[in-house]
């Protein structure tokens, strides 16, 4: 996943400089939520002005760039891979560490609500990221999840790095960790306004055109590729959860 991660997330920050500020966020949510799905969570936390929020997983920043547009905080990211940190940084200009989901380097109870979209389901250490969300959680925190999920087996081929949960093993997974779900949807991951679908596909029309001919350009795309014939098929299911720390 390094490429998909690493080097894309570099070309994606030098492409977005190149076309412009308002390619930013579009480009940035490519993958890890849509425009719908952001303002499902965003109202499920009840985020306002003043709260301390955490994005882990942050990606190259698009979902907390969005959020601070949308609700007047100014998320701190914590994501691993340094390209996808700088990207972050320079895009959107939010506090952003290179660290893992599972090993966070905040205190306990740092923030009142954070979000972690399309992060689980990348790691075999489900338990311990959650559990590491949970202790960083003031008590009565707000949690926001991305999850693709899949309750059968899937086809082959199977993108690479992935360990998808079950719907059970997600709600499990909270409850082990002192979380309360308070609310599940199925996300649509296509409704997001049409100027958003131009502008990521601008940004990836941009990327193509200076790296088109990198073998990392082929390899991301093709793990994006299994990703969506899954979620095409409906034998992955992208869900969202909202859950409070008890």
């Known amino acids: 996943m390094e490429s998909e991660f690493g080097t894309v997330a570099g070309w994606t920050e030098e492409a977005v400089l190149a076309l412009g500020p308002e390619h930013a966020v579009p480009a940035g949510c490519r993958g ?43 998320p701190v990211c914590a994501e691993p891979m340094a390209p ?64 693709f999920v899949a309750d059968e087996p ?9 360990s998808f949960p079950t719907s059970d093993e997600v709600s499990r997974l909270l409850g ?28 990836d029309a941009e990327v193509q055109r200076r790296h088109g001919d990198d073998p990392a350009w082929a390899e991301a795309e093709e793990q994006s590729g299994r990703v969506g014939r899954l979620l095409g098929s409906g034998a992955l299911r992208p869900r969202l959860v909202s859950a409070v720390a008890t």
């Open 32 to 74: 890890s939520g849509s425009e719908g799905a952001l303002r499902w969570l965003a109202d499920a936390l009840a985020v306002r002005p003043g709260d301390r929020v955490l994005d882990s997983g942050a990606g190259v920043g698009g979902p907390a760039g969005w959020l601070a547009a949308e609700r007047g905080v100014r």
């Open 84 to 147: 996808a940190v700088h990207a972050g940084r320079t895009l959107f200009g939010l506090p952003s560490v290179v660290a893992l989901s599972q090993a966070l380097p905040f205190a306990d109870d740092a923030f009142d609500a954070a979000w972690c979209l399309g992060v689980l389901c990348t790691t075999e250490e489900k338990a311990a990221l959650v559990a590491e969300l949970r202790r960083v959680l003031v008590d009565g925190g707000r949690l926001g999840l991305l999850v």
């Open 154 to 162: 899937l086809p082959p081929p199977l993108p690479e790095g992935n």
């Open 176 to 203: 082990e960790a002192g979380f309360r779900v308070t609310g599940t949807a199925e996300a649509d991951l296509a409704d997001s306004p049409p100027e958003w679908k131009a502008r990521a596909d601008a940004v």
